[in-house]
């Protein structure tokens, strides 16, 4: 088409984002009823939404007529509470953590400027850079997928502009030690995004990063609400920045990004914590469910999210994903995560019925 010399020749470079698969999908494709379709590719709450945030939308259902308010202050000031950290140290997004980083990309990447990635990992990392004209290096992670701080800085050049650490790692599911956190804090003048999307569900001792916010100016930990809090459909993430990044970032964000569902939602769900200890044992005792019942058939990898990975050599992740999806189970193949091989899959924490549903089909399989 004489129109697609227009588009930028790093964004035609990039490869499209593979989602997991929906319901809707797979019903159709393999004729199917989708009620008797579990979905566990995307790391849904399996829990729903919190129903005082069901509760919230409905009460504001009627207003959306109105323009949202652009500071989203009492949101803002709600993750404040929640979080411990001033209103002034946190910022957010109406598309979920993804929207933060798009955001951050606008502040710093520039043409020809890299981010240091270390993969497997999140894929939207090299996709937000390719498309703000910058380069991604990749930093492949050892066997059992940890990262240390000497592969990241030999990495680091003058031209880096973000280093990207997802902990708890996805697809992978373990955590980044805080000791090597620090050190590239210390010995980097680039930004550090901590992903933290998964944190919540992570064991005692294995907390936050965030507190390094408070002694660094280089770290941004971005989090989500589509986890712990059941609210994926509203797409609302945060970050925990230092003072003057949260400033610069209020210049160049989306006007009036988080309407006002998203809002009274998220604002809702903070408050509900019965709901937010529920969401995380159910995680906890579900991922010892999947573990336990299939590390004596296939190797799976110890996490500290709401998934666990598995690796199926000498079968492929396709061949067994393909097999699922046609008795109406939804895992991710992890073949399209750069740098993870053709064998591994994740799967999302269900509840203790679409576990062991999950469990008995890979036995089956295998």
Same mark, same amino acid.
């Given at each position: 088409?004489?129109?697609? *010399? &227009?588009?930028? =020749?790093?964004?035609? #470079?990039?490869?499209?984002?593979? @989602?997991?698969? %929906?319901?809707? $999908? /797979? !019903?159709?494709?393999?004729?199917?009823?989708?009620?008797?379709?579990?979905?566990?590719?995307?790391?849904?709450?399996?829990?729903?939404?919190?129903?005082?945030?069901?509760?919230?939308?409905?009460?504001?259902?009627?207003?959306?007529?109105?323009?949202?308010?652009?500071?989203?202050?009492?949101?803002?000031?709600?993750?404040?509470?929640?979080?411990?950290?001033?209103?002034?140290?946190?910022?957010?997004?109406?598309?979920?953590?993804?929207?933060?980083?798009?955001?951050?990309? *606008? &502040?710093?990447? =520039?043409?020809?400027? #890299?981010?240091?990635?270390?993969? @497997?990992?999140? %894929?939207?990392? $090299? /996709? !937000?850079?390719?498309?703000?004209?910058?380069?991604?290096?990749?930093?492949?992670?050892?066997?059992?997928?940890?990262?240390?701080?000497?592969?990241?800085?030999?990495?680091?050049?003058?031209?880096?502009?973000?280093?990207?650490?997802?902990?708890?790692?996805?697809?992978?599911?373990?955590?980044?030690?805080?000791?090597?956190?620090?050190?590239?804090?210390?010995?980097?003048?680039?930004?550090?995004?901590?992903?933290?999307?998964?944190?919540?569900?992570?064991?005692?001792?294995?907390?936050?990063?965030?507190?390094?916010?408070? #002694?660094?100016?280089?770290?941004?930990?971005?989090?989500?609400?589509?986890?712990?809090?059941?609210?994926?459909?509203?797409?609302?993430?945060?970050?925990?920045?230092?003072?003057?990044?949260?400033?610069?970032?209020?210049?160049?964000?989306?006007?009036?990004?988080?309407?006002?569902?998203?809002?009274?939602?998220?604002?809702?769900?903070?408050?509900?914590?019965?709901?937010?200890?529920?969401?995380?044992?159910?995680?906890?005792?579900?991922?010892?469910?999947?573990?336990?019942?299939?590390?004596?058939?296939?190797?799976?990898?110890?996490?500290?999210?709401?998934?666990?990975?598995?690796?199926?050599?000498?079968?492929?992740?396709?061949?067994?994903?393909?097999?699922?999806?046609?008795?109406?189970?939804?895992?991710?193949?992890?073949?399209?995560?750069?740098?993870?091989?053709?064998?591994?899959?994740?799967?999302?924490?269900?509840?203790?019925?679409?576990?062991?549903?999950?469990?008995?089909?890979?036995?089956?399989?295998?």
């Amino acid at each position: 088409m004489r129109f697609e *010399r &227009l588009v930028r =020749s790093s964004v035609r #470079e990039i490869k499209e984002y593979i @989602p997991g698969k %929906s319901i809707e $999908e /797979i !019903a159709l494709k393999y004729g199917l009823d989708p009620e008797n379709i579990i979905k566990l590719g995307s790391n849904e709450n399996p829990l729903g939404p919190s129903p005082l945030a069901v509760e919230a939308i409905r009460n504001w259902a009627g207003k959306v007529h109105l323009y949202p308010p652009s500071n989203a202050l009492e949101l803002r000031s709600a993750i404040s509470e929640y979080t411990g950290y001033p209103a002034n140290n946190i910022v957010v997004s109406g598309n979920g953590m993804d929207g933060i980083l798009d955001t951050m990309m *606008r &502040l710093f990447m =520039s043409q020809g400027a #890299e981010t240091v990635i270390p993969v @497997p990992t999140f %894929s939207y990392y $090299e /996709i !937000a850079t390719l498309a703000n004209g910058g380069k991604p290096v990749f930093v492949k992670r050892d066997r059992d997928f940890e990262i240390s701080h000497k592969d990241i800085l030999a990495k680091v050049n003058s031209n880096t502009k973000m280093i990207f650490l997802c902990s708890p790692n996805n697809p992978s599911g373990n955590v980044i030690r805080e000791e090597e956190v620090r050190k590239i804090l210390d010995r980097t003048d680039a930004i550090v995004f901590i992903d933290e999307a998964y944190v919540d569900f992570a064991e005692d001792g294995l907390s936050s990063l965030s507190g390094s916010v408070k #002694e660094h100016e280089n770290i941004i930990v971005g989090r989500t609400f589509s986890k712990a809090f059941g609210l994926a459909g509203m797409r609302l993430g945060y970050a925990i920045v230092p003072d003057w990044l949260s400033r610069e970032y209020m210049k160049v964000m989306t006007p009036f990004s988080v309407d006002v569902l998203s809002i009274a939602s998220g604002i809702a769900a903070l408050g509900d914590a019965k709901y937010i200890r529920k969401s995380i044992e159910t995680v906890k005792k579900g991922r010892v469910q999947l573990t336990s019942g299939l590390e004596s058939m296939c190797k799976v990898y110890p996490s500290e999210a709401n998934f666990i990975m598995i690796d199926v050599a000498p079968r492929t992740a396709a061949d067994v994903c393909e097999k699922l999806l046609r008795i109406g189970i939804i895992v991710r193949d992890c073949t399209s995560f750069r740098g993870a091989g053709d064998s591994l899959i994740r799967i999302s924490v269900g509840t203790q019925e679409q576990n062991r549903r999950v469990i008995a089909a890979i036995e089956m399989i295998l």
